[in-house]
């Protein structure tokens, strides 16, 4: 059983263009004097994880690679381009090279932190086992500012939808999920939603169909460090 880490490092994250005089993509826009995605990098390993797919993009490919395997020498890092930026969905799908039947997949937007290990409660050989995908959430109280998650008495997710007017819960889905090695084929039954783009709540609704979709919710702080005053409160938070 083995557990891998996608990262999609792909937006050019125009909300942060200038920021600091960044003319890069997010991910190479330093956070407390170290560049983003090796922030991310070196959180997630500290929680255990030691296999990561970071997919980028054409402009940048290059310089993320050269980054993040300068910085990270020992650890197992592959890359693919995402050429067309065409959803969260479609990121995900240029890692498939790298997953294997059996894999255990982590998938993690490349502009997002959190206080605690979300994953150390997952029973990671009984996921393997039964497959499937878990969602992490986190109470809000602007819920329709986020994807919201509708979930049992049990933990099972039975609704997620994306920014609704009207939510069902305070429930906001952070950018860290896990899935089995079977979202590769699912992502392909996926189509374009109304805005083009091959959604991850598309995906993630194809497991709650078939019942197999489950959430962890945790009470820590999480930051989406898609603006410049997302980016200074992560600094104070990491310090």
């Known amino acids: 059983m083995t557990i891998k880490c996608v990262i999609a490092a792909g937006g050019l994250g125009t909300r942060l263009q200038g920021f600091r005089d960044n003319d ?36 940048f490919d290059s310089l993320i690679k050269e980054v993040t395997s300068k910085a990270f020498p020992d650890i197992s890092i592959n890359y693919s381009i995402q050429d067309n930026p065409k959803g969260i969905s479609h990121a995900f799908s240029k890692a498939e090279q790298y997953i294997d039947n059996g894999d255990s997949v982590i998938f993690v937007l490349g502009d997002n932190f959190f206080e605690e290990n979300l994953i150390q409660e997952v029973d990671f050989n ?27 008495e049990h933990g099972a997710v039975i ?20 899935f089995d090695s079977v979202v590769m084929d699912n992502i392909k039954k996926l189509s374009p939603s109304s805005r083009g783009e091959y959604e991850i709540t598309d995906l993630i609704n194809l497991y709650i169909n078939e019942k197999k979709c489950n959430n962890v ?8 460090a898609g603006t410049p005053d997302r980016i200074i409160e992560l600094e104070n938070l990491l310090i």
């Open 24 to 59: 890069k993509t997010k991910v190479l826009l330093e956070v407390n004097k170290i560049p983003m995605i090796n922030q991310q990098i070196k959180q997630l390993n500290q929680w255990g994880i030691e296999e990561f797919v970071i997919i980028t993009n054409p402009n």
């Open 126 to 152: 009984k996921f393997s086992n039964e497959g499937g995908c878990i969602i992490f959430t986190t109470k809000v109280d602007n819920p329709n500012e986020f994807g919201v998650a509708s979930v049992d």
């Open 217 to 224: 919710e945790f009470e820590g702080w999480w930051v989406d």
């Open 159 to 178: 609704h997620i939808e994306e920014k609704p007017s009207e939510p069902k819960s305070n429930l906001a889905v952070v950018g860290l999920y896990i």
